[in-house]
């Protein structure tokens, strides 16, 4: 988790200097505060960051390092495209936050993905926004089921309504 949250912000560092859209900047901020909030309880439970010291599009894990690859590519062909790459790797996240939080029950690292799962419902709503707004043209669903994302869209913000504390979400299992 700790290497997809430096993706996103690097992805979006990027997109910014391409393209001057404050959503960038302002959503790479936060992806650089959820960077910090996953090094707490990692360094709490001796977890290894495989992320340390890399620079801005550099990765441990291939497939992180081709799916960067990827976006940024698509998002250097049009301001459209960046928003895309964005929103599609804010409902990647959210998915793999989902399966992270089944998969433990140590309540500080439950405690962190639930918050960086609310934050990335909030970065997805920006994203499609700032889509409609600037481009007039509807987001494309890349992952999630679109029940899962009309949860999100029509929760308010700061209030993730999707994830429930302890993983249970709308569709009543486990994330």
Request: charged share 20%; no cysteine.
């Amino acid at each position: 988790m700790r290497e997809e949250e430096k993706l996103a912000r690097d992805l979006y560092l990027k997109f910014y200097e391409m393209w001057g859209q404050t959503v960038f900047q302002n959503i790479s901020g936060s992806e650089q505060s959820h960077i910090e909030a996953i090094s707490t309880p990692m360094e709490r439970h001796s977890i290894n960051d495989n992320a340390e010291g890399k620079g801005i599009g550099e990765f441990s894990n291939p497939d992180i390092h081709l799916l960067y690859d990827e976006l940024l590519a698509q998002g250097k062909a049009s301001l459209e495209g960046a928003l895309q790459a964005g929103a599609a790797l804010k409902e990647m996240g959210i998915l793999d936050l989902e399966e992270r939080m089944a998969q433990t029950d140590n309540t500080d690292i439950l405690q962190v993905y639930q918050n960086l799962a609310s934050g990335s419902q909030n970065h997805l709503r920006a994203f499609v926004s700032v889509l409609e707004n600037r481009t007039g043209n509807i987001y494309v669903l890349v992952y999630m089921t679109a029940d899962d994302y009309q949860a999100i869209m029509a929760s308010s913000r700061g209030n993730g309504g999707y994830s429930q504390p302890g993983g249970k979400g709308p569709r009543g299992n486990n994330q």
